[in-house]
């Protein structure tokens, strides 16, 4: 890729710097932020044993290696009399403690779910916090039977747990050769968490759209090594806040109203100019091969690989079959203020992992939002899903039969990933339990351009405006002024009169806001005073400028400088 410079604009408050690149003030401020990873969970009305694997919802967290840490899939979904959380972890050496007490349960192989009610919010648990552990067990490792001895509930009390006697249950199963407590090669355990929604104080499950705070902890032991490891990352037990989201029901994408205009554009790699990254981590087509996979596996990149595989099982004998596919499509291609109408991403499916045996997969799509490198891509270091956003059943191919393409409806994270100015990152995966579930398809590196991946979205301009200033940030002396001019652009249609007001405004600084409403297009010039003449400090101040007519709000930052200096340097980005 060609060299291009962008200009960065170093401001200096007596030697304090301030790094802007190519963006505004907030969004710099605001960079670093944790992310808020979500998990969608569908709803069930089936019972169990029958509650089918495939549509639970999954995330994943973890990485597989030779020893600590472990890996998990987790799957999620709920009933009208029930949460049903599993908990799929590969793991070499299995550990338990034959004599467990409460408090020793997270020192061995166990699992720990949190669940807080009032969203992902707090500092501490409260009544409406719950904490759920279970062990993995000798007795029970491989046939589905309760586990008084094994398993342990706590609630809030508003600054750590207060273990309950809280009815649940857990079941857990081995996939093992060797036996528990020793240094042989086995696959892994799972553990299933069933909370009655009665034992949260409910009457039946959360209403469609309820979002609570949840937390996961896999805990590890070797036998000579002791780790535990969380989803999200930087949970913390005690603090709800750190937890990631549980939203019940799985996501929906609305239109803009009064969009004007019906334009479409294709994205696939190596056409018009698009790259479109993508790869496969796990087991690829080939199961990774042949075992032992433990000191290898987690490190398989297949950088270049003309068609991917998705797959995954609920038994952990195969988990060398698993395999998840990563894409990143550029949406600089969209014109900006645009409204996207709808979103589709198409795949190529052109065989299955035995096709004889070959069983309808429900694909999963996942939001991510961080970079990657297609040639360092591995199951260890790819990233860990925001969000499911989107789900289709891919039917096996019969043996000679030809392909066909997939489609999933991704309206809400293109809209999202607009939105936010970055490329749609994807993952793809499924919470598939059948042996031979893979789905081969073609990847960006594929022959055939038309069997790329590809996205196809269409937009319109959005009905409202847009707000630009000239400038944005003023420089001034400690007791002067600046002077902003708000542009107001007019799209689909608007031609109403809109109404100007300030937001919150900082101490130390006052707004000259004239009266009268705008038409656009049309401007409006706002001046920004500085009220303390003898100041030697430097400071930013932010004047929130709020914009509205006809039901459309919308809020342009103007920021004062004082005593601060503007030096304009080439960064080279490569």
């Known amino acids: 890729m060609k060299n291009s410079i962008r200009f960065l604009l170093l401001t200096v408050f007596f030697g304090l710097p301030m790094l802007l690149v190519g963006r505004p003030v907030e969004t710099a401020v605001q960079a670093g932020a944790p992310t808020t990873r979500r998990i969608n969970v569908p709803f069930t009305t089936a019972v169990e044993p029958d509650i089918p694997a495939a549509e639970r919802g999954i995330l994943w967290f973890g990485e597989v290696g030779p020893t600590t840490p472990s890996y998990a899939d987790v799957r999620i979904i709920y009933n009208n009399e029930k949460l049903h959380v599993t908990f799929h972890i590969i793991d070499r050496y299995l550990y338990y403690d034959p004599t467990p007490t409460a408090g020793e349960m997270a020192n061995w ?24 552990i279970g062990q993995l067990d000798a007795l029970n490792a491989n046939q589905q039977a309760q ?4 398993d342990f509930a706590y609630v809030g009390n508003g600054s750590g747990w207060t273990q309950t006697g809280l009815a649940f249950e857990t079941f857990a199963a ?28 409910l009457s039946g499950p959360p209403a469609q759209g309820t979002v609570w705070g949840l937390g996961l902890t896999m805990h590890d032991e070797d036998g000579t090594a002791h780790e535990n490891r969380d989803w999200p990352e930087g949970l913390s037990s005690t603090s709800p806040a750190t937890w990631g989201q549980m939203h019940f029901g799985l996501p929906s994408y609305t239109p803009p109203a009064g969009v004007t205009g019906d334009n479409t554009v294709t994205i696939r790699h190596g056409e018009n100019g698009a790259v479109v990254p993508d790869g496969h981590v796990g087991g690829a087509t080939n199961c990774g091969g042949y075992p032992p996979f433990w000191d290898t596996w987690g490190n398989f990149n297949y950088a270049g690989d ?94 000679g039969g030809a392909g066909k393409y997939e489609t999933w409806d991704l309206s809400g994270a293109v809209a999202e990933a607009y939105a936010n100015g970055q490329p749609l990152r994807l993952a793809l995966y499924s919470a598939d339990s059948a042996r031979h579930s893979g789905k081969y398809f073609g990847s960006s590196e594929s022959g055939v351009s038309i069997r790329r991946p590809t996205l196809e979205i269409t937009y319109g301009a959005a009905y409202g405006f847009s707000l630009s200033s000239t400038p944005q940030l003023q420089t001034a002396d ?40 705008v038409d656009p297009p049309g401007n409006k010039t706002i001046t920004i005073s500085h009220e303390n003449p003898s100041q030697t400090t430097g400071g930013l101040y932010t004047v929130p400028i709020i914009v509205s007519g006809d039901g459309v709000e919308r809020t342009i930052d103007l920021y004062l400088l004082v005593n601060g200096s503007q030096q304009f340097l080439p960064l080279v980005q490569r």
């Open 147 to 150: 586990r008084p001895d094994y």
């Open 478 to 517: 400690p007791g002067s002024s600046a002077q902003f001019n708000v542009a107001v652009s007019p799209a689909g249609g608007f031609d109403t009169a809109v109404t100007f007001q300030t937001g919150s405004i900082p101490a130390g600084v006052s707004v000259n806001l004239p009266d009268g409403t």
């Open 174 to 201: 081995t996939q093992t050769t060797t036996g528990l407590n020793n240094q042989g090669d086995d696959a892994g355990w799972n553990i299933t968490f069933r909370i009655p929604w009665s034992s949260l104080g």
């Open 306 to 399: 003309f068609q991917i595989n998705i797959q995954n099982q609920w038994n952990l004998g195969d988990w060398g079959c698993f395999s998840k596919y990563y894409v990143t499509f550029p949406l600089d291609t969209l014109p900006p203020d645009q409204a996207i109408l709808s979103a589709e991403l198409t795949m190529y499916h052109f065989g299955n992992s035995l096709p004889s045996e070959a069983q309808p997969s429900l694909i999963q799509v996942f939001s991510v939002d961080e970079d990657w490198n297609e040639n360092t891509l591995v199951w260890n270091n790819a990233p860990l899903a925001v969000e499911n956003v989107a789900r289709t059943w891919v039917d096996p191919l019969p043996l």
């Open 109 to 132: 192989d166990a699992a720990t779910l949190y669940l807080n009610l009032n969203g992902n919010s707090g500092s501490s648990p409260t009544s409406s916090s719950y904490r759920f």
